[in-house]
T-cell receptor
């Protein structure tokens, strides 16, 4: 399987703290994307990082990509209760997307 | 605002029934996808389509078929529902971009229970 793996599977933090989750993948990629899923809902795209980029920012999100280690990390700074959700990385080595199993983030108010 | 809609949020069916899950997108996207999501297994691709009347098998097509008669609509069909098809079904669409960097837009999901 070309599926990515997120780590940790679950994360619980206090509001205001930073949350870091990691993604490892298996094959060469064109880009890597992070998605968010609120409980019982569809996924929403958060951020895309290209294979020739090392870091990208969007608001309180910071994504890094290390293609030599086939890994990426998503940092959410100053977390809020509304950030409680599952977060997935997705890779697209070709035309097809492969999603990881997700990190479940709980932000405690 | 982009929109992907799915015909039902919750569905309860009996074993052996034929089940239709409908997905409609209003973004004129060429690509459409059906996934199922199960705890601990993440999202797994069932079928996808790059054009009208075109379909490709994903990782787990067994027990499913699809139909894409119009660009905006992609249907997932369970010919004879079984209990192991109880799952969350997610539809997505995207538009191809040079370099394969398109974003997928997801519907809200259909939670199917097969009794």
């Amino acid at each position: 399987s070309q599926q990515g793996e997120e780590d940790p599977q679950a994360l619980s933090i206090q509001e205001g703290e930073n949350a870091t989750m990691n993604c490892s993948y298996k094959t060469s990629i064109n880009n890597l994307q992070w998605y968010r899923q609120n409980s019982g809902r569809g996924l929403v795209h958060l951020i895309l990082i290209r294979s020739n980029e090392r870091e990208k920012h969007s608001g309180r999100l910071r994504v890094t990509l290390d293609t030599s280690k086939k890994s990426s990390s998503l940092l959410i700074t100053a977390s809020r209760a509304a950030d409680t959700a599952s977060y997935f990385c997705a890779t697209a080595p070709g035309n097809q997307f492969y999603f990881g199993t997700g990190t479940s983030l709980t932000v405690i108010p | 605002d982009v929109k992907v809609t799915q015909s039902s949020r919750y569905l309860v069916k009996r074993t052996g029934e034929k089940v239709f899950l409908e997905c409609v997108q209003d973004m004129d996207h060429e690509n459409m996808f059906w996934y199922r999501q199960d705890p601990g297994l993440g999202l797994r691709l069932i079928y996808f389509s790059y054009d009208v009347k075109m379909k490709e098998k994903g990782d787990i097509p067994e027990g499913y078929s699809v139909s894409r008669e119009k660009k905006e609509r992609f249907s997932l069909i369970l010919e004879s529902a079984s209990t192991n098809q109880t799952s969350m079904y997610l539809c997505a669409s995207s538009s191809p971009v040079t370099g394969g960097q398109e974003t997928q837009y997801f519907g809200p999901g259909t939670r199917l229970l097969v009794l």
